[in-house]
């Protein structure tokens, strides 16, 4: 399956011109053939040996008008000083911020970029634990779901996030087979909650979608569910958020082109982020 969790390797020279305008960027050598995410720039967590740090990655062809189309990883870390060259450095993208785009100038390109290290900031101080997947097709969005749900302790409530098509139901329906449900599992757009019983534990998945507030929640009992004896799966929890319990898991599901998905995972309330045991599902 292809799934990707994290880039790792050395920091190699690039040709610094990003250091003479202020934002120097450690350059990913990069194996041939290796998996790498959609083109984009990205808030990412970069593991080093003298620290974790937050990060700007950029992935694709670089950011200023040039003929050079090679492919680069490149990562600004906001605040950090010193030489990164030779360095091991282990990537972990968190959300996909915007797409690449020239710039005219250098400054353009660093007002930009300065926007884009707050924001990647502000994701990797909300998730510090958040490991993201890339998926790229449905098929392998089910198969990540399918095996998180093992990991899943009795009582746990998982929040699916995402646009409309970010691929929420696609994930509960691997988190349903994953469960030992075998049957269909469609969406509960008008059901709101469809139960099920024949699983390893209870599943209950809801889509508040057409929920229009708390008080239609409460009046189906969706609090005994919040959590249930089971795994509780929730779309569209924004309709009600005051409903969701602390202790929760968080997954943002984002569309980083037209078949890949990035898929974040946080553990919220104090709980271990059970996605950290399917970084080691996929590493062999
Ligand atoms: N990597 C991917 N992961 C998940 N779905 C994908 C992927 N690539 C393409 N798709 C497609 O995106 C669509 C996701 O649909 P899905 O019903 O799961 O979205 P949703 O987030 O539940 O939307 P809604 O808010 O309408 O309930 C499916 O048609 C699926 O085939
Ligand atoms: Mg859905």
Known sequence: MNVLYELTGPVVHG???GAAAGFPTANLAL???????????????AELSCGVFTGVTNVGTRPTADSREDVTVETWLPGFS????????RLHFLHWLRGISRFPDMAALKRQIDLDAQEAQSWAGRFPDG???FTF????TRGLSQRLAPLLPTGSVV??????GAGKSEFSRGLARGMGITGPVPSPTFTILNEYDEGSLPFYHFDWYRVSDEEELLEIGAPDYLPGRGVTAVEWAERAESLLPAKRLEVFLQPVGENARLILFSALGGAENPALRLKEDFSC
């Not at 929040?159 to 409309?164: F, I, K």
């Open 131 to 133: 490991i993201g997947f």
């Open 137 to 140: 097709s449905a098929e392998e």
């Open 15 to 17: 040709r610094g011109k």
């Open 82 to 89: 010193g030489n990164l060259y030779g360095e091991q450095i």
């Open 31 to 45: 194996m041939e053939g290796e998996l790498l995410p959609p083109a984009g720039v990205y808030a990412t967590r």
């Open 159 to 164: 929040v699916l996030r995402g646009e409309m």
